[in-house]
């Protein structure tokens, strides 16, 4: 029998939304981006041009450092054959018809590195669009046939006459659009693909002007907080409100099905008032084990058979038979996602009418539906405007829609009497749950006596994250597909593979963390390929090799990595050098990482990086994300863990739960396969990487694997 | 409960409670929500402005110490230091979400006014306390070396 399954998460959605699980589509909302502000005409849903020639491109996916304004802009500007210095991105409103992720079966949302991916053809084609309707628009201004006239940079070209776009966009608005375009040809690109290409957000961030929605003011707002309870499915038993409703500028203090919430005329004062609550909880249906006990629950479950993910030939066997055995344990735990900007949202509720919410909401449909069932309007009432996130790695795409819900709960008590401004502070953060999941792997494998692999053996324990959401049917026959993605779909040739599941319940709310399940699987598949080498006595770069003949472009990112990094020649001084592969969300990385070991302090110098993600729409951009998801990545094996102590989150701050600072980053070097192939997404493949590059490094210089993350947990700080 | 004080240059008089931390006073009574919140504590450095020329972490000064002081914000930064940051990051794209970069700009101005040419180490020991969580650290590192560079220039 041979299964092997992986989780594509263009087919993740697609079921959901197919399946009808609440996620309702084809509702109509009248969206900001088609309104034209005064005077720009509108192509499409994606597409305005102002008379002055300036052109904003409307993107369906939230930008949160990703670069996915950029990136969506670059295909519409490509096509356009637009001048890039006149190019603004701006984020659609919620509205799943017009702007639903295509990989997500009809629902709109930011997720699986799948931004550039589904909105390739799509973006271009309508940059091609209004290309055709402007050609036409100025044949008829000229009296000539639109075959003689060219563009470039934003300009319409016809012997000495030069038309702006901006002067033509209103009737070339007006005209049909033509049902099909054809794109151009890759070898006639401008801008994609170009490396000095800027962001266009880069301005905005450098000069204060960029808006998130903590940054936001509504005439007549009041600022809340909220009282969560410590201990997770914990519940109001009872509250004094009374010396938190005394403090200057406290106006209300209400209950809301998540905690206590404390609204005042300004942040302070919020803050200040939640300080002064007393609220008695109720822990009856808590969770109140410590995280060091479900960590050994875990392990005395993955000395037992789970559900089978994947198999492949007679792995006991080929065990037995096997004239080495090698076998490790890892443990990895809770991780906050921590993003800079904590969460928050402004919410406006008119009963009866309509929600308004703006916000960095990752997943607007799901935002939508939830906030509607809540208030009993319809999905079409909740106008969801998304704002710039400052970060998300996952956090923003809750499937219970966390934070629209609770803003628009505290509306609700209120009954709209005022705009809200709902802030988490850091510690509800790091306190606040959605974790990625602890998970604990055993593996197992075989070497016959010429040191070849012939078995693999891993049992992965940890809960499901999407147990009980509306995800849940895409668990099959009880395997949750992120909890084995990048291990059931192991790349390594091996004649007997079997790759098991155990899912406990646990009573903290688990969530994608950035690269989900790739976390600890290309953590644990990658350190245990060269634990498998050393026994063997391979290079682990040979050994990898010789394991991926049948897997290109596996090959291909560790090779070239292996090259410029220099592998075949010896490490500075001092020096020890690790490699690992993976591939994430269809595209492929591998680092090497350079490491020094000082009286067990990890100190990564250097990490070369080779990413194959098909074409690279904005090179630089996805240098930055290689960058960014190695120190993303990074600061965690180094030495991040959320614990509990029964059940109380022992972390609340950067003090005890301290992310990467600037004098952890390596230096980075990104190379970029040369690639005909469609665009895959780069935001979340770069991270689960440098975990295992590094580890492997410091098995190179100790013979010791470390397999407790983070790495303080195994004596090394 | 009035502090009267200089941000960016105007004369302002701030009805607020004498213990609201200057990061809150700002965003909620001014209106310059450029500075940002991201740790409350000082452990992050995103609420970096500069009090009387000194980059300092806005949610640990009290508003009722500032009567008097001059404060400056990423909306007003003006400094040649300050300009040749901006321009230098908007070069090499060094930002990515963005939220924390207001701070890591007063940040690095404060260091370029006392040391024109850092090292790296330099860079690494005075932006420290700047977290940036998607972790564009070098580029940070290099606009700081390329705003030192135009200056120089």
Redesign the interface.
Known sequence: MTKRLSLARRAFLATAGGAGVGLAVGFRIEPAGAVSPAAETAFNPFLRIAPDGKITVIVKHIE????ANTGLATLVAEELDADWSKVTAESAPGNAELYANLFWGGAQGTGGSSAIANSYDQYREAGATARAMLLQAAAERLGVPASEIRTEQGQLIHGENHLNYGEVAEAAAALPAPTAVSLKPPSEYRLIGESSL??V????????????A??L?LPGML?ATVAHSPRFGGRVASFDGSAAAAV??VEAVVEIPSGVAVVAR????ALKGRDALDVTWNDDAAETRSSATLVGEFLELAERPGAVAATEGDVSGALAAADQVVELTYEFPFLAH?????LDAVVRYTPGEQVELWFGSQAPTIDQTTVAAMTGLEPSQIHVNTM????S?GRRATPNADIASEATAIAMALDGRAPIKL?W??EDDIQGGFYRPIYVHKLRGGLDASGRLVAWEQRIVGQSILAGTPFSMLIEDGIDLSSVEGASDLAYAVPALQVELHSPTVGVPGLWWRAVGHTHTGYATETFVDALAAAAGADPFAFRQQLLQDKPRHLGVLELAAERAGWSSPAPEGVHRGIAVHESFNSFVAQVAEVRLDDGRVKVERVVCAVDCGRAINP??VR?QM??G???G??AVLRDAITLTDGYVDQQ???TYE?????D?P??EVHIVASEEAPTGVGEPGTPVIGPAVANAIFAATGRMPTRLPFTNDGLV | MATTLQINGETRTLEAADDTPLLWALRDEVGLTGTKYGCGVALCGACTVQVDGVALRSCQMALGDLEGASVVTIEGLASPEGRALQQAWRELDVVQCGYCQSGQIMQAADLLAQTPKPSDDDIDAAMWGNVCRCATYQRIRAGIHRAAELLEA
């Open positions: 949160f450092g990703q670069g800027r962001r957000d880069g301005a905005a961030k450098t000069d204060g002007s960029a808006l998130f903590l940054d003011q600022y200057p500028g300004n942040t302070w004062a921590a993003p800079m900007e904590t710039l996130a400052g970060g790695f802030m502070t850091r630089d951009q930055a960058e960014g190695i120190g993303y990074l600061g701050q950067f003090d992310p990467l600072r600037i004098d980053m230096h980075v």
